[in-house]
């Protein structure tokens, strides 16, 4: 059977390097293109998307990115423009047009009609001194050296580099107008990011009986049934005044057990480990999700105010929850 990681990894050294060439190239034409985005935005009116073919795929990519950010985007056909849904474009809009050579034909002939409306022109392009560029109020050059196809034909690296270039000129305007991670939630409400960004803590926790909890002083062998009855891997360790203290897991007694044999008849104090990870009863559901994408542990302790362990944040429940 033959391999074909070697072209792969070709491909990807091609379109990094498409990428990086791009990147050197960022200027003061990009610092433009974000003031206009947000001076259109500010004003009430939209940015509009238009490409022709593997363009027009990247730049339905690129609007659905800027409007899930806060910025009012529509994607407009450069054909079916001209046969009535021209209707959407209005005086102070700004236009995204997407175009490598900088000469599509259904591109070049949207021009006229779409400069009859006070608008401004920003292009994508591989090549600054084309019809495009010249009728543009700012060009973002997307030039890479070569295309992965080995006849430097498809449109492979230089779609990616337009891809990103839109990328980062969303994250730009959604710096530039101060867009939080409320203002995401609100706009993803049903999926998985908006339920992390909307839910709180509090909603997803275990708590109660479900929530595992023993004094410093408590035997090994006695927290492990504690751990049993809620069905858990972890029990939080509490001091004399119900504070968070440490934690003791599943984990932690199999690592025991191969060099304590008198384990079971320890402490909490003895053999718990201090200062775990803890998060706000009342912090975002997705503090927890980072928690848990960034620390390799299966069980995230909520407390409250005065760092009680009122509940606790199940690795295994996030997928049930649609979460991660």
């Known amino acids: ?42 004003a009430g009116r939209k940015l509009i998307v238009v490409g022709i ?17 806060g910025t009012t ?7 079916d423009a001209l046969h009535g849904d021209l209707g959407i474009v209005a005086d102070g809009d700004l236009v995204l047009a997407l175009s490598y050579s900088g000469e599509s034909d259904e591109l ?19 090549s600054p001194r084309s019809t495009l560029a010249r009728h543009s109020d700012v060009v973002l050059n997307v030039r890479v050296p070569r295309e ?18 839109g990328d980062a000129l969303a994250m730009a305007v959604l710096d530039a107008r101060g867009f939080k991670e409320r203002d995401f939630a609100h706009r993803h409400p049903s999926g ?7 839910l709180r803590v509090a909603d997803i926790m275990r708590d109660g009986t479900r929530n595992p909890v023993a004094p410093a002083s408590m035997k090994v062998k006695e927290a492990l049934l504690t751990m049993t009855q809620a069905r858990s891997g972890s029990v939080s360790v509490v001091d004399a005044r119900g504070r968070l203290t440490g934690v003791f897991t599943d984990g932690d007694l ?11 008849a320890r402490t909490l104090r003895e ?17 927890a999700v980072r928690i848990f994408n960034e620390l390799n542990i299966d069980d995230v302790i909520v407390v409250n105010a005065r760092r009680e362990p009122v509940g606790l944040v199940d690795s295994q429940d996030l997928p049930r929850l649609k979460l991660m």
């Open 1 to 42: 059977m033959p391999t074909h990681h070697a072209r792969a990894r070709e491909v990807f050294r091609i379109e990094l390097a498409g990428l990086r060439a791009v990147e050197r190239r960022l200027d003061a034409q990009f610092d433009r293109a974000v003031g206009l985005a947000v001076d259109t935005i500010k």
């Open 53 to 69: 073919g593997k363009s027009g795929i990247i730049g339905r990519k690129i609007a659905a990115t800027l409007s899930s950010t």
């Open 73 to 79: 985007t529509v994607v407009l056909d450069a054909v």
């Open 108 to 126: 070049l002939n949207l021009l006229p009609a779409l400069k009859r409306f006070s608008v401004r022109l920003v292009a994508f392009t591989g």
């Open 148 to 165: 992965a196809c080995p006849f430097n034909l498809a449109p492979t690296a230089s779609t990616t580099a337009t891809l990103v270039m």
């Open 192 to 198: 998985a990011i908006g339920r992390a960004l909307l």
């Open 254 to 264: 199999r690592r025991r057990m191969t060099t304590d044999d008198g384990v079971l």
């Open 271 to 287: 053999v718990m480990t201090r200062r775990p990870v803890s998060v706000r009863e009342d912090a975002l559901a997705v503090e």
